[in-house]
Nanobody, 115 residues
Framework: QVQLVESGGALVQPGGSLRLSCAAS????????VGWYRQAPGKERELVAS???????VYANSLKGRFTISRDIFKNVVYLQMSSLKPEDTAVYYC?????????WGQGTQVTVSS
């Protein structure tokens, strides 16, 4: 049973920063990749960033330079550091783990960027 638990979502002002955490049950090395997706109201879910088992990272082009994905392999946690947040970053952010031919999702954490 794969469990992914996100945390860290909050209301933040434009220009602010936030760090999301995704805690996985068991070692994250067993997955091909662990990543973050987001879904804004009325929009499709989109990839934000992912990190592979070898530490290789992929980012949505529009978010490069503002968002950084990282991991703590001892704690089995994947982080998403977000900076210079904009109102259009408002969304539910989901953790995803891809492996064994399947995708696993967390319950999501709300990020709201507003003054």
């Amino acid at each position: 049973q794969v469990q992914l638990v996100e945390s860290g979502g909050a209301l933040v002002q434009p220009g602010g920063s936030l760090r999301l955490s995704c805690a996985a049950s068991g070692t994250i090395f067993r997955f091909d990749a662990v990543g973050w997706y987001r879904q804004a109201p009325g929009k499709e879910r989109e990839l934000v960033a992912s990190i592979g088992s070898h530490g290789d990272t992929v980012y949505a082009n529009s978010l490069k330079g503002r968002f950084t994905i990282s991991r703590d392999i001892f704690k089995n946690v994947v982080y998403l550091q977000m900076s210079s947040l904009k109102p259009e970053d408002t969304a539910v952010y989901y953790c995803n783990a891809h492996g064994f031919g399947s995708d696993y999702w967390g319950q999501g954490t709300q990020v709201t960027v507003s003054s």
